[in-house]
């Protein structure tokens, strides 16, 4: 195995061919919730969680960010989104999320040079919305052949419109979805379905135009009704932040028939993040020698390991062949070399578990099918992983993931 960078691979590959352009509309100004895109729900921004959803989604291959304010669009790139910095014609009150999105396709076009097939419109104030979900208004378009898609829930309420205000209401309340003068059953009543508002996938050439997300074929994909919630007022903040523990995906650990390959970050995840500089520049780590251990008893136990690390740095290559097993260093786009080395292997990502522990890891994480982030990461890292060691990063961390995969006994 080379120790030094190897060439990209498509990104196209991961949604089957086609560029999907996942854009998140994050203005600095809110009049119901001040700071609403940046308020923490589940420790996490607003606009954070919504990056993380886009990069959970498999069929996803750029997200990007239209914001005009700097602070959101720092918290964007650190949880691993591109930054579409928006002009004052399109960040006022009445500005629609519409023209956010064409501005944004416009930036990724200009950058990239390419446009997208399908693109996507997520909105931050669903702070629940999931990849899984995120991937089903995609497939509608790409797969079922529909000209855009969105998120709904089954509703089963009986609407009221109060006459105030309402020239063509008279002076009594009435029914909008049923006659007041009949009560059918819920089960003989047709199926009603709430637009969620979280997610949208359009064609990208009919969007254009159209200009406007509900062009041609709609498709409704369902989403859980349990988790749909829109953040416009400070209740709405209050009831999401309630729900968080409840709603956010549980850290489970796997066991040795989820994983076929186990693929580890360097700095920070096998060492405690610090580096030792004696007076003629040479650099020294601290590791753990029961993580040692552990990598020695998944590669007995006939597991691949690998070591991808950003860093071109003798000490990684130095442990990498201490240990008996394959380096990745020097490398810009870990995701890109992690999905390259998963093809030469013959190995599906979605059995891959990532071991992280800081924003360079997200990629990654949003490839493989067990994101893992050492205790200590960084806040985004863990909001992003499936799961978490209780060890810190050089302190045993890869230890405890040898225990999930073989066996609390496995070394001893």
């Known amino acids: 195995m080379s120790e030094t960078s190897r060439p990209p691979a498509d990104p196209t590959t991961r949604a089957g061919g086609h560029t999907v352009l996942a854009v998140i509309p994050a203005r600095g100004g809110s009049k119901g919730v001040p700071g ?120 089963h309420g009986f609407i009221w419109r109060d006459p105030a205000g309402d020239p063509a209401g008279g002076d009594s309340a009435y029914g909008v979805n049923h006659d007041k003068a009949t009560r059918p059953r819920r089960q003989d009543r047709p199926q009603d379905l709430l637009e969620t508002g979280a997610a949208y996938a359009m064609r990208a050439a009919g969007f254009r135009a159209a200009g406007h997300r509900f062009f041609g074929r709609t498709a409704l994909v369902r989403a859980d009704s349990a988790k749909v919630l829109e953040i416009d007022e400070p209740a709405d903040l209050q009831r999401a932040r309630a729900l968080a523990p409840l709603l956010d995906p549980a850290a489970a650990t796997p066991t040795g028939d989820d994983v076929d390959a186990v693929v580890l970050d360097f700095d920070g995840t096998q060492t405690d993040d610090r580096v030792l500089i004696d007076a003629d520049g040479h ?16 590669r007995r136990a006939g597991l691949p390991v690998l070591i991808l690390s950003t ?102």
């Not at 969680?49 to 959101?72: E, F, K, M, N």
């Not at 910095?85 to 519409?98: K, M, V, Y």
């Not at 891959?352 to 522990?357: Q, T």
């Not at 200590?376 to 050089?394: K, L, P, Q, W, Y």
């Open 36 to 155: 609403k895109n940046l308020a923490p729900v589940g420790g996490v921004p607003l606009v954070a969680r919504a990056v993380l959803a886009c990069l959970r989604a498999r069929r996803v291959t750029a997200v990007a960010v239209s914001t005009d304010d700097p602070s959101i669009a720092e918290v964007a790139r650190t949880a691993g989104a591109e930054v579409v910095l928006r002009p004052p014609a399109i960040a006022g009150d009445t500005a629609t999320s519409e023209a956010a999105v064409l501005h944004a396709m416009d930036a990724h076009e200009a950058r990239t040079g390419a446009a997208p097939d399908v693109v996507l419109l997520v909105q931050c104030t669903s702070p629940f919305i999931t990849g899984e979900e995120i991937d089903g208004v995609v497939a509608a378009v790409v797969e079922g052949g529909a000209d855009t898609a969105h998120t709904v829930a089954p509703f």
């Open 283 to 298: 650099e020294a780590v601290t590791v753990h020698r029961g993580d040692g251990l552990g990598i020695a008893a998944m």
């Open 311 to 412: 860093e071109t740095n003798p000490v990684v290559a130095a442990r990498a062949r201490k240990l008996d097993v394959p380096v990745l260093h020097g490398i810009d786009r870990k995701d890109l070399a992690l999905k390259q080395w998963c093809e030469e292997n013959g190995i599906a990502p979605e059995r891959v578990l990532y071991a992280g522990n800081d924003v360079n890891d997200l990629p990654c994480f949003g490839l493989v099918g067990w994101p893992v982030a050492v205790a200590g990461a960084h806040d985004v890292v863990r909001a992003a992983a499936r799961a978490i060691t209780t060890a810190d990063g050089g302190h045993g961390a890869i230890r405890e993931i040898a225990a999930w995969l073989l066996g609390p006994t496995l070394a001893r």
